[in-house]
Each structure stands twice: as C-alpha cells, then as structure tokens.
C-alpha cells in the first residue's frame, strides 16, 4: 500500500528557512519520480519541483528556483525539500506526489506559513 506522509511545516518569517520531508512506504522512491506540488489559499495546486527516478536529477518551478532544493534519501525512503529565502508568497500546503502504474498518489500535506 502506498503511503506518503509529509513533514516539517510551520510558521517561518520571511528570509527564513525550511525543510519538508516526505516519508513514502509501499513502494522504493528511487525508482519513482517524487513531486512536490503546493497550494496556496484560494489557488490551484500547483507544480513545485521533482526528483526524477534512477538519478539525482532535479526541477524546480520557476518561483522557486534558486532557493528550493530537493533530495532524498533512499536509505530512509524519504524525499526533502528544503526551503531558503521564503517569501510570504510561498503560504500555502504542499503535498508530495507520485504516480505509479498510472495511479496518483498525494500526500496529506504539511502547511507552511511565511509571515512576520
């Protein structure tokens, strides 16, 4: 059964820093590209970044670039995205995603607040 349970949200002031996790089970993440989608209040969800199956290749929306980075740990079985320079902008819940065998997988989400 899959299953992702994401992590590490919270209320952050502007400039400042954070890291999402993103614990999978049921399936190996190294073989699977892991999205990081986020929502903000009233908004669509929205693309945030990956990290592309059998490599350590990564992409990053174009908000986000150059203060997102994303990684994982296959020991752990377990994404990160870790958050520099957040704007108040960046507010919304992310989600960590996947799709297997043409099925989609979601996480719960972890809200992150950036306000002074």
């Known amino acids: 059964q899959v299953q992702l349970v994401e992590s590490g949200g919270g209320l952050v002031q502007p400039g400042g820093s954070l890291r999402l996790s993103c614990a999978a089970s049921?399936?190996?993440?190294?073989?699977?590209?892991m999205n990081w989608y986020r929502q903000a209040p009233g908004k669509e969800r929205e693309w945030v970044s990956n990290?592309?199956?059998?490599?350590?290749?990564?992409n990053y929306a174009d908000s986000v670039k150059g203060r997102f980075t994303g990684s994982r740990d296959n020991d752990k079985n377990t994404v990160y995205l870790q958050m520099n320079s957040l704007k108040p902008e960046d507010t919304a819940v992310y989600y960590c995603?996947?799709?297997?065998?043409?099925?989609?997988?979601w996480g719960k989400g972890t809200l992150v607040t950036v306000s002074s």
């Open positions: 049921g399936f190996t993440i190294s073989r699977t590209t």
């Open positions: 990290i592309v199956s059998f490599g350590d290749q990564t």
């Open positions: 995603h996947c799709r297997r065998y043409g099925m989609d997988y």
